[in-house]
């Protein structure tokens, strides 16, 4: 046999039946969540962050709930982390994961998933009771009614309250007691329809919102003009 045909046959025969190279494998990201804290309020609002620990473009990023499923996927196209925004409440306390993907050679490569990230959550404090005082049948512009909010006699640490309408929040001055009055004057189209309110309390050294109380309800069919 002719050896000068040999090695160049070995070659071409090593090249074939060498296997395709492997996708890169990509190396898991980096979950954070801001604010920061051991446990969590319900209404508190928090924010995941999943940033990539490579020097190339990402595709996207996709988090992952306590169960396991997909909740948010972040088309990217660059270089920055993607984010989800979450308002807690008890049903999403939990273990959450997040992954990034690119595309290599038309395919898409997923990273390895990320560390975890475990939000324990509390319930808001109890609700406050809203009256309405000085009801009337009828309304004219500049009447005013009072709203009393009520939060329950065992609260501490009340900062201040809050009346939620279906047009305005109204904030008020902290207060010393675990019942504040607040007189609306009627001069606008916000002063009237439903209104709810809430306390803020000082809890973990954070200012956390109560739940808010049923609604009370100024009748804008009852306004009369002058």
């Known amino acids: 046999m002719d050896h000068r045909f040999l090695v160049p046959f070995l070659v071409f025969l090593h090249a074939v039946l060498l296997p395709a190279t492997a996708a890169e494998e990509l190396p898991p990201p980096e979950l954070s969540v801001f604010p920061s804290h051991p446990q969590y309020y319900e209404g508190e609002k928090v924010e995941l962050s999943c940033t990539a620990k490579i020097n190339k473009t ?81 309304y004219r512009w500049g009447d005013y009614v009072s709203l009393v909010c009520s939060a329950p006699p065992e609260v501490k640490k009340i900062k201040e309250f809050q009346y939620i309408g279906d047009k305005q929040t109204i904030q008020t001055q902290e207060s010393m007691d675990n019942t504040y009055v607040y007189n609306l004057s009627i001069t606008r189209e916000n002063d009237l329809g439903n209104f709810r309110c809430a306390y803020i309390q000082l809890l973990s050294g954070r200012k956390i919102r109560s739940e808010k109380s049923d609604s009370v309800f100024i009748d804008p069919a009852g306004l009369q003009e002058e």
């Not at 306590?66 to 984010?83: A, D, I, K, Q």
């Not at 990230?117 to 000085?134: F, G, I, M, Q």
């Open 58 to 138: 990402v595709g996207g990023y996709r988090f992952f709930d306590p169960s396991g499923s997909m909740v948010h996927e972040e088309v990217t196209g660059g270089f920055w982390s993607g984010l989800l925004a979450i308002t807690v409440q008890k049903e999403k306390a939990g273990t959450y994961s997040c992954e990034y993907w690119r595309k290599d050679g038309g395919k898409e490569v997923r990273s390895k998933r990320s560390n975890e990230t475990t939000l324990r959550v509390e319930e808001a404090p109890k609700k406050p009771s809203l009256t309405l005082n000085h009801t009337l049948l009828q």
